[in-house]
Structures are given as structure tokens and as C-alpha cells.
Nanobody, 116 residues
Framework: QVRLVESGGGLVEAGGSLRLSCAASRSPGSFYAAAWYRQAPGKQRDLVARLTNGGNRNYADSVKGRFTISRDDAKNMLYLQMSGLKPEDTAVYYC??????????WGQGTQVTVSS
């Protein structure tokens, strides 16, 4: 069973920074891909950033240049460094991994609130 536990969310002023962490039950690099998604109230869950096993990264247009996804396979950790935060970044952020069968696994989410 894959277990993912997010941490690092909170309340921050616009322009500030946060680093989200995701502790996984095994190394994120052992999956096909690891990612961060977010879901704002009343909206669908959207991809924020994705890191494949091979090291390819892709980002939502809205966060390019502000967010960075990374992993530490030795520590079984996935990270999302967020800077230049905007009120529209307010959402619950979810850690995700996909295995080589196409099965998704999710964490419980961590709230990020950006005040204007």
C-alpha cells in the first residue's frame, strides 16, 4: 500500500513563499511520476507540477517560474517550493504518485491560503 502524507501548508501573505513536503512510503522516483495537484473551493482538482521518473518536469502555466517540484529519493520525499504566492494560489494541495500500471495514489491534502 502506498502512503502519502503532505505537510507545510498554511497562511501566507501575497508575495510570500512556502515549501510543501510529501512523505511517501517509498521513493517518489520508484513511481512512473510524482506530482502536486490543487483544488480550490468549487473547482476541479488541477495539476500544478509533475516530475517523471526520468526527471522531466512540467508545470501549469499559472505557476511557471514561481513553483519548483523536486524529490529526495533517499528520504522518500517530494517537495513543492512555492514563491511569489498569489491569492489565486489558495487551495488544498495534494501529493500524487502514479505507478507503472497507471494507478494513482493520493495524500490527504494540505491547505494553502494566500492573503491579499
Amino acid at each position: 500500500q502506498v502512503r502519502l502524507v503532505e505537510s507545510g501548508g498554511g497562511l501566507v501573505e501575497a508575495g510570500g513563499s512556502l515549501r510543501l513536503s510529501c512523505a511517501a512510503s517509498r521513493s517518489p522516483g520508484s513511481f512512473y511520476a510524482a506530482a502536486w495537484y490543487r483544488q480550490a473551493p468549487g473547482k476541479q482538482r488541477d495539476l500544478v507540477a509533475r516530475l517523471t521518473n526520468g526527471g522531466n518536469r512540467n508545470y501549469a502555466d499559472s505557476v511557471k517560474g514561481r513553483f519548483t517540484i523536486s524529490r529526495d529519493d533517499a528520504k522518500n520525499m517530494l517537495y513543492l517550493q512555492m514563491s511569489g504566492l498569489k491569492p489565486e494560489d489558495t487551495a488544498v494541495y495534494y501529493c500524487n504518485v502514479m505507478d507503472y500500471h497507471g494507478t494513482d495514489y493520493w495524500g490527504q491534502g494540505t491547505q494553502v491560503t494566500v492573503s491579499s
